[in-house]
T-cell receptor, first 114, second 114 residues
């Protein structure tokens, strides 16, 4: 079945350093979504990318969708302690089926050392 | 209103108890989801309701019984659970079968089975 992978699993950075997490799907995705889950919290939607090669920015966060629509990345510039949490990418199960099922990657857990 | 609410926030139950988790949204979404999340793992899909009909059951044991009384409410009835069922249970909602299927998550119910 379809698989969504993320690397790294964990990342510890000094505050002010940059951070990147990578997401790879075994199949082509119609879109990719990114969620953030703070410790003790619930997943919160960050962004959705739809177009091949799309790049979107949210303040210090930059999201990219690969040309083949099978990979994506999230880059955070100059991390802050508020960036701590687990970042999940997620994509619809298949291009052929309905969009009711979303496959989540295993997540990248970010720790920021003040 | 972009809020999904869940009650209770915490639940402790014995293996012989019967309890229910409740979820409510007023965003007009017609797809609602139950996820189970273990510590340091991504959300794991359990059920999807689309237009108040069960569209996906991810081979969940019958001790979990979902119910969708109307388009705003989603319940999860629990009976004869096992200690390994202890987890965070998340409800989410979205527009079904749409290219923009962003999921909005509730805060979750943290369930402990003794």
């Amino acid at each position: 079945g379809q698989q969504v992978m993320q690397i790294p699993q964990y990342q510890h950075v000094q505050e002010g350093e940059d951070f990147t997490t990578y997401c790879n799907s075994s199949t082509t995705l119609s879109n990719i979504q990114w969620y953030k889950q703070r410790p003790g919290g619930h997943p919160v939607f960050l962004i959705q990318l739809v177009k091949s090669g799309e790049v979107k920015k949210q303040k210090r966060l930059t999201f990219q969708f690969g040309e083949a629509k099978k990979n994506s990345s999230l880059h955070i510039t100059a991390t802050q302690t508020t960036d701590v949490g687990t970042y999940f990418c997620a994509g619809p199960e298949s291009l052929e089926t309905s969009y009711d099922k979303v496959i989540f990657g295993p997540g990248t857990s970010l720790s920021v050392i003040p | 209103d972009t809020e999904v609410t869940q009650t209770p926030k915490h639940l402790v139950m014995g293996m012989t108890n019967k309890k229910s988790l409740k979820c409510e949204q007023h965003m007009g979404h017609r797809a609602m989801y139950w996820y189970k999340q273990k510590a340091k793992k991504p959300p794991e899909l359990m059920f999807v309701y689309s237009y108040e009909k069960l569209s996906i059951n991810e081979s969940v044991p019958s001790r979990f019984s979902p119910e969708c009384p109307n388009s705003s409410l989603l319940n999860l009835h629990l009976h004869a659970l096992q200690p390994e069922d202890s987890a965070l249970y998340l409800c989410a909602s979205s527009q079904p079968a749409a290219s923009t299927d962003t999921q909005y998550f509730g805060p979750g119910t943290r369930l402990t089975v003794l």
